[in-house]
Protein backbone atom coordinates (compact mmCIF):
# COMPACT_ATOMS: atom_id res chain seq x y z
CA UNK A 1 0.00 0.00 0.00
CA UNK A 2 1.48 3.65 -0.76
CA UNK A 3 0.44 6.54 0.59
CA UNK A 4 0.66 10.13 -0.91
CA UNK A 5 -0.77 13.61 0.19
CA UNK A 6 -2.25 16.18 -1.94
CA UNK A 7 -1.34 19.45 -0.80
CA UNK A 8 2.71 19.01 0.25
CA UNK A 9 5.42 16.89 1.41
CA UNK A 10 5.15 17.87 5.19
CA UNK A 11 2.18 16.36 5.84
CA UNK A 12 3.47 13.06 4.04
CA UNK A 13 6.63 13.16 6.77
CA UNK A 14 4.43 13.95 9.23
CA UNK A 15 1.95 11.10 8.63
CA UNK A 16 5.08 9.13 8.08
CA UNK A 17 6.36 9.73 11.53
CA UNK A 18 2.97 9.25 13.32
CA UNK A 19 2.89 5.74 11.74
CA UNK A 20 6.67 4.76 12.77
CA UNK A 21 5.54 6.01 16.27
CA UNK A 22 1.98 4.33 17.00
CA UNK A 23 2.66 1.46 19.02
CA UNK A 24 0.07 -0.94 17.25
CA UNK A 25 1.71 0.35 13.66
CA UNK A 26 5.35 -0.49 14.35
CA UNK A 27 4.69 -3.51 16.29
CA UNK A 28 3.14 -4.57 13.10
CA UNK A 29 3.45 -2.52 10.26
CA UNK A 30 6.84 -1.25 8.44
CA UNK A 31 6.55 2.43 7.06
CA UNK A 32 8.98 3.28 4.87
CA UNK A 33 9.73 6.79 2.94
CA UNK A 34 10.51 6.30 -0.50
CA UNK A 35 10.61 8.19 -3.84
CA UNK A 36 7.50 8.47 -5.94
CA UNK A 37 7.48 5.90 -8.64
CA UNK A 38 7.12 8.48 -11.47
CA UNK A 39 9.47 11.12 -9.39
CA UNK A 40 12.26 12.36 -10.82
CA UNK A 41 15.82 10.94 -10.06
CA UNK A 42 16.92 12.62 -6.97
CA UNK A 43 20.62 14.02 -7.51
CA UNK A 44 23.47 11.95 -5.97
CA UNK A 45 24.43 12.21 -2.52
CA UNK A 46 20.69 13.16 -1.68
CA UNK A 47 18.46 10.47 -0.12
CA UNK A 48 14.79 11.55 -1.86
CA UNK A 49 13.18 12.95 -4.54
CA UNK A 50 11.26 15.82 -4.38
CA UNK A 51 7.95 13.75 -4.06
CA UNK A 52 7.79 10.85 -1.46
CA UNK A 53 5.49 8.54 -0.53
CA UNK A 54 4.75 6.01 2.34
CA UNK A 55 4.86 2.52 1.99
CA UNK A 56 3.63 0.30 4.28
CA UNK A 57 3.55 -3.13 4.63
CA UNK A 58 1.36 -5.08 7.01
CA UNK A 59 2.20 -7.97 9.30
CA UNK A 60 0.09 -10.14 10.49
CA UNK A 61 -1.23 -8.38 13.41
CA UNK A 62 -1.89 -5.46 11.85
CA UNK A 63 -5.46 -5.09 10.53
CA UNK A 64 -7.45 -2.76 7.89
CA UNK A 65 -8.84 -0.98 11.52
CA UNK A 66 -5.52 -0.68 13.09
CA UNK A 67 -4.37 1.54 10.04
CA UNK A 68 -7.69 3.46 9.45
CA UNK A 69 -7.81 4.45 13.64
CA UNK A 70 -3.97 5.60 13.29
CA UNK A 71 -5.06 7.58 10.39
CA UNK A 72 -7.86 9.17 11.98
CA UNK A 73 -5.63 10.00 15.26
CA UNK A 74 -2.83 11.37 13.30
CA UNK A 75 -5.71 13.47 11.38
CA UNK A 76 -7.59 14.42 14.62
CA UNK A 77 -4.78 16.23 15.41
CA UNK A 78 -3.93 18.04 12.47
CA UNK A 79 -7.42 19.34 11.12
CA UNK A 80 -5.58 21.42 8.25
CA UNK A 81 -4.02 18.45 7.07
CA UNK A 82 -4.66 18.33 2.92
CA UNK A 83 -6.71 15.14 1.07
CA UNK A 84 -4.92 11.73 1.51
CA UNK A 85 -4.93 9.32 -1.36
CA UNK A 86 -4.44 5.53 -0.04
CA UNK A 87 -3.37 3.69 -2.96
CA UNK A 88 -3.62 0.01 -2.52
CA UNK A 89 -1.23 -2.76 -3.83
CA UNK A 90 -4.19 -4.08 -6.42
CA UNK A 91 -4.49 -0.52 -8.14
CA UNK A 92 -7.32 0.64 -6.27
CA UNK A 93 -7.42 3.73 -3.96
CA UNK A 94 -9.75 5.22 -1.74
CA UNK A 95 -9.44 9.38 -1.00
CA UNK A 96 -9.73 10.68 2.60
CA UNK A 97 -10.17 14.16 4.08
CA UNK A 98 -11.03 13.79 7.77
CA UNK A 99 -11.02 11.33 10.46
CA UNK A 100 -14.77 10.74 10.84
CA UNK A 101 -15.75 7.81 11.65
CA UNK A 102 -17.30 7.19 8.07
CA UNK A 103 -13.43 8.12 6.99
CA UNK A 104 -12.19 5.30 9.07
CA UNK A 105 -15.30 2.86 7.79
CA UNK A 106 -14.26 3.74 4.07
CA UNK A 107 -10.42 2.47 4.84
CA UNK A 108 -11.69 -0.01 6.43
CA UNK A 109 -13.96 -1.55 3.71
CA UNK A 110 -11.37 -0.56 0.68
CA UNK A 111 -8.95 -2.32 2.63
CA UNK A 112 -10.82 -5.97 3.69
CA UNK A 113 -12.45 -5.69 0.31
CA UNK A 114 -11.09 -8.39 -1.76
CA UNK A 115 -8.98 -7.45 -4.83
CA UNK A 116 -11.06 -7.71 -8.05
CA UNK A 117 -10.05 -11.02 -10.02
CA UNK A 118 -10.11 -11.06 -13.61
CA UNK A 119 -13.93 -11.76 -14.61
CA UNK A 120 -13.59 -15.75 -15.73
CA UNK A 121 -14.50 -15.98 -19.47
CA UNK A 122 -16.38 -19.61 -19.03
CA UNK A 123 -18.10 -19.18 -15.68
CA UNK A 124 -20.05 -22.62 -15.87
CA UNK A 125 -16.71 -24.40 -16.53
CA UNK A 126 -18.81 -26.10 -19.68
CA UNK A 127 -16.00 -24.75 -22.25
CA UNK A 128 -14.18 -26.87 -24.53
CA UNK A 129 -10.91 -26.54 -23.62
CA UNK A 130 -8.30 -29.69 -22.53
CA UNK A 131 -9.97 -32.21 -20.83
CA UNK A 132 -13.43 -31.19 -21.74
CA UNK A 133 -15.89 -33.31 -24.03
CA UNK A 134 -14.92 -31.24 -27.71
CA UNK A 135 -12.22 -30.36 -26.07
CA UNK A 136 -7.98 -31.00 -27.16
Not at 106 to 121: C, G, H, S, T, Y
Request: proline letters at 12%.
Amino acid sequence: MTTTADGGQDAVRDLYRWLREDPDARRAATPALVPAPDAPTPPPGTAMGAVEIIELVLGQGFSALNLALAYAAWRGQRPAAPLIVIQLGDGRSVTVQDGSAETVRRIVAALEEPAARPRDPDPDGAGSGPGTPGGS
